[in-house]
């Protein structure tokens, strides 16, 4: 594969004399797209010697001239781009804009809830939305509609029945609409408020900002979560020579001018977890006709959209390379893309670090790539040991962990890293390219933090679930399978936890699961892990710790326990088994064995320790 898509990088940029037809969504008047999108058009002319055809269109009439065949390039919102991919009607997304405003470059955007800032001080914040008047310009955009319709959802608001919605088609008329009082408020999406401001046509003490965000990355005004910035795909008939082609063309492309909402550039493909979650908890296409989001379904319901995005970033790896090996014109654009890039991103020969982008020196808290080799030889220094097999450092042996990624291209490769004290997961993909003696291998780390802690962590304690603890426990067992190390084990539960349930409310109850998930993770050490079995009892792996020690600790924490003022209910007490592995026996074994020990103790009056 990546044979193929070098020849294709490396061949000669003239292809038959055609048209491109380039579709843009038309957020905005017709004639504002064309000033934003004809440098775009002039370099990927310039840059594939065809011409190229700017279409403003409305998303249907976006749908209906791609089923026609009449459209080759398309560029359009983020949710629009998640239903033409359902659809199947488009390629994944092959690159995402990167937006100027003055001196800040962004490949994010957001929704702007407002309203006028002399009106009588009724509309200051999202509760007091109901009822009112909103001006918006089509149901259709994420920036102007779908990003506010989610904020108010969680304030459980429905733009549906508790608002009055008037379209007034783009996002000029929406701020007008408001200023001269034919709507209470009004949604927009981020950049326009600057923009207008920019050009003389608004004055920013008009207007009040609801539910306003702050985000030390996105200097503009929002009152939403962030987003992706609009999708660059292309139509499935489109040849695969050109779509290649095109995308080098757009990751080349840089604006020099200064301005508000100018697109500077092009970047990676974005992160559509929080778009795709958008989507369907607003039941909006291509979800419009399925069950809202749940955690339970987050593998099965992503699984495709993470592969696709997984095949753009190998893509991306790709152009990046050989831009890399090339030229010095050729580095600065590549040094350009890897900068507003909001993913980690480095550059190694395979030994040694030679290039990383800002969002990785910023994670890591080093101003420079010098800076950081100073104190490290190689990013591996920070990989922790797994807590499955499939973390990196627990398959690697005396690989590196370069040639470990290489040499297993089908298997899924995940680092963990914690800095100054915050732990994150990390998808890691590596692709190379090789060029004469050259050898160039570009690593990916994309966060899947939360995918991570959401398949991982109990929601209600934050603890690690049942699920999670099964892995941790096999890992647990082989590594003291194979060093020969001691490994113990406690099991407790609250005694008369019903009553608590049945007395005072599954609230308290919960607050109590809570509180003692807390004290007890708070007197284990950091190697210790806690995990949430089920309902209210929970379970302690103590790596390296004999069954002494294990049944002394349990004996601490049931006093600790006993003693802790709880809310409500003042005091609570647990009844704990305590066991040791011994070698051989199996999680299942060992689990049952702790059960019986539990239930002893629960037969011998509670509120102690049994041992065995």
Same mark, same amino acid.
């Given at each position: 594969? %990546? ?342 991103? %480095? ?83 590596? +692709? ?53 190390? +001691? ?41 210790? %892990? ?17 069954? +002494? ?64």
């Amino acid at each position: 594969m %990546i044979k193929i898509f070098y020849f294709l990088l490396l061949s000669s940029l003239v292809i038959n004399a055609q048209t491109l037809t380039f579709g843009v969504f038309t957020y905005r008047s017709a004639q504002k797209i064309m000033e934003e999108y004809t440098p775009v058009a002039q370099h990927i002319s310039h840059e594939l010697n065809v011409s190229v055809l700017i279409k403003p269109l409305s998303q249907e009439e976006l749908e209906k001239e791609v089923e026609a065949g009449n459209i080759d390039i398309i560029a359009t919102n983020p949710t629009h781009y998640l239903s033409l991919q359902k659809q199947g009607k488009t390629t994944g997304d092959i690159a995402t804009l990167v937006k100027r405003y003055g001196d800040v470059v962004t490949p994010y955007l957001g929704g702007v809830i407002f309203t006028r800032a002399k009106r009588r001080g009724d509309i200051r914040s999202i509760s007091e939305l109901k009822e009112k008047t909103i001006a918006i310009p089509g149901e259709s955009f994420l920036g102007g509609f779908q990003a506010q319709a989610y904020e108010l959802l969680k304030a459980k608001i429905d733009v549906k029945k508790d608002i009055r919605r008037v379209i007034y088609g783009n996002h000029e008329a929406v701020v007008n609409a408001v200023l001269s009082k034919e709507a209470d408020a009004g949604f927009v999406r981020s950049g326009i408020i600057e923009e207008m401001v920019f050009e003389g046509r608004l004055k920013p003490e008009d207007i009040f900002i609801v539910n306003e965000q702050n985000f030390s990355h996105f200097p503009m005004k929002v009152s939403t979560n962030l987003y992706p910035e609009w999708s660059i795909v292309a139509a499935k008939a489109l040849d695969l020579e050109t779509v290649s082609k095109v995308a080098i063309a757009l990751y080349g492309y840089k604006n020099p001018h200064k301005g508000n909402g100018i697109i500077s550039g092009f970047t990676i493909s974005g992160n559509y977890f929080d778009v795709d979650v958008l989507a369907r908890e607003l039941r909006i296409p291509p979800y419009n006709h399925v069950p809202a989001f749940t955690h339970e379904d987050i593998w099965q319901k992503h699984g495709d959209d993470f592969m696709l995005f997984l095949s753009v970033a190998t893509f991306f790896f790709l152009v990046l390379a050989f831009l890399y090996r090339g030229a010095r014109f050729e580095k600065k654009y590549a040094q350009s893309i890897l900068n507003v890039t909001p993913t980690p991103i %480095i550059v190694t020969d395979g030994k040694s670090l030679i290039d990383a982008n800002t969002a990785f020196l910023n994670f890591l808290d080093f101003e420079t790539v010098e800076a950081f080799k100073s104190k490290h030889n190689c990013i591996c220094d920070l990989f922790e040991d797994g807590d499955t097999q499939e973390y990196l450092r627990a398959n690697m042996n005396d690989k590196s962990w370069v040639e470990y990624i290489l040499e297993n291209p089908h298997a899924e490769h995940k680092a963990k890293i914690t800095i100054h004290g915050m732990t994150r997961f990390f998808k890691v993909d590596v +692709s190379v390219v090789k060029y004469k003696n050259l050898f160039r291998a570009i690593a990916f780390f994309d966060d899947i933090s939360q995918l991570v802690n959401q398949s991982t962590i109990d929601t209600l304690t934050g603890i690690a679930n049942r699920t999670h603890f099964n892995l941790l426990f096999e890992y647990s067992l082989s590594v003291a399978q194979r060093e020969k190390t +001691s490994l113990s084990l406690i099991f407790f539960d609250i005694d008369y936890f019903k009553r608590v349930n049945d007395t005072y409310g599954h609230l308290v109850g919960d607050d109590i699961l809570r509180h003692l998930a807390n004290l007890v993770k708070s007197n284990l050490r950091k190697s210790d %892990i806690i995990a949430r079995w089920g309902g209210e009892e929970f379970i302690v792996i103590l790596p390296k710790n004999s069954l +002494s020690s294990a049944s002394h600790l349990a004996e601490e924490l049931r006093k600790k326990i006993e003693n802790e003022e709880f809310a409500v209910v003042d005091r609570i007490t647990c009844s704990f088994g305590v066991t040791q592995y011994k070698g051989g026996e199996s999680a299942d074994e060992l689990i049952l064995h702790l059960d019986k020990l539990l239930y002893r103790a629960k037969a011998n009056g509670r509120n102690r320790v049994e041992v065995g």
